[in-house]
């Protein structure tokens, strides 16, 4: 088992920036692929970035590349989601998420545990 937490949301006005945290406990992230997805009001949850488990390979949805970046610090047992150049439709909760597979994914039905999500609003 492992539980996550999600923090660092809030609102940020469009250009801005925001870092986002997940904090695991009951395991080390280490063991896991870590993810962050997003899920906007109406819309279904979507895969916004994904990290392996040493770090070295991101992937990221189109939408955001070049604006977002993830990363891990596997001592800390916490992963990052930094975002700069926000825009009102990145406005969604954001979910942190822990796959044990061993290579990054970005179905969210390969992710075993997840956050409770936190609220990041982008105003226009």
């Known amino acids: 088992q492992v539980q996550l937490v999600e923090s660092g949301g809030g609102l940020v006005q469009a250009g801005g920036s925001l870092l986002v945290s997940c904090a695991a406990s009951?395991?080390?992230?280490?063991?896991?692929?870590m993810g962050w997805f997003r899920q906007a009001q109406g819309k279904e949850r979507e895969f916004v970035a994904g990290i392996s488990r040493s770090g070295g390979i991101t992937e990221y949805e189109d939408s955001v590349k070049g604006r977002f970046t993830i990363s891990r610090s596997n001592t800390k047992n916490t992963v990052y989601l930094q975002m700069n150049s926000l825009k009102p439709e990145d406005t969604a909760v954001y979910y942190c998420?822990?796959?044990?597979?061993?290579?990054?994914?970005?179905?969210?039905?390969?992710?075993?545990?997840w956050g409770q999500g936190i609220q990041v609003t982008v105003s226009s």
């Open positions: 009951g395991r080390t992230v280490s063991s896991f692929v």
């Open positions: 998420a822990a796959s044990p597979a061993g290579w990054v994914q970005r179905s969210r039905v390969t992710y075993d545990y």
